[in-house]
């Protein structure tokens, strides 16, 4: 039975009632106690129909309002998903243009050519750590091209596609890098030790090297120019055996989050140190005349 059905017979079934109640009183003139009776009964009746008619109208607004609520609270839910998801969308391009901003920035500080590129692989393979990059021999590409995001070094080309390319981490097993301590001025060979794990090599015992010295590429090698960030001093233990120290180095780079790199599109020949100390002698040499 629905609201207005409910509304509608009740006025119809007080007025029946009433109409035998008030026949009944008239029909005995009021000449009778039972005329009375009937009146009482009649009003008695009306005020029961009418407070039964109230509560079970009640009763049906409620359950409309309820349906309504549940309405308005799935709405307002889904209103509520949509903008976070939203919001969610909106962090992530920002933090994708101020690493981008950053890149844009080191590009225009450095005298030489870079070329964006995303990186979109991993490589499975647990013995090795690279990834592979959108950009490829295409794009200006060459093997030992050197790699690096705003906070320094992240490795090398090794391997290239027309359109893709392969990047050797410096982390991996196989990395090699000339560095130099920054503070000292000393030099060493950074090698990759696997997952995040670097070791600065050949530096002696009776070098200073202490936790937290920043190491950088010494730019001897022809891949990486001068001065770019590798990792920091973790740990120096000098008890190791031998004649050199064993140094950790912990990588500038959070190389688990890499997204945007740079790489460098034009690079300098490797020093050619016998022609180096042909001038030095010459050089010598005339200095003695």
Known sequence: MNR???KTLTPALLLLVSLGLLSASAWSRGESP???AALETAGL???LINGLASRVEGVWRGYFGLVGLQTENERLRQTLER????IIQLAEERAANERLRRLLEFRKSSPRRWRAAKVVAWDPSPWFRSVIIDVGAADGLLDDSAVVSDRGVVGRV???APHFAKVLLL???SSGIDAF???TRLNGLLSGRGRDAMSLDYVRKADDVRPGDLVVTSGLDGVFPPGLALGSVALVDKNSLGLFIEAQVRPMVDLGALEEVLVLLDREPPLDWLALGS???RLFEKKQH
Request: hydrophobic share 30%; proline share 0%; aromatic share 0%.
């Open 4 to 6: 207005r059905r409910l």
């Open 34 to 36: 039972s005329g009375a």
């Open 45 to 47: 009746a009306g005020r």
């Open 83 to 86: 903008q976070s998801s939203l």
């Open 158 to 160: 090794v391997e290239t």
């Open 171 to 173: 982390t991996d097993a």
């Open 181 to 183: 301590v920054q503070r």
């Open 279 to 281: 001038d030095l002698r």
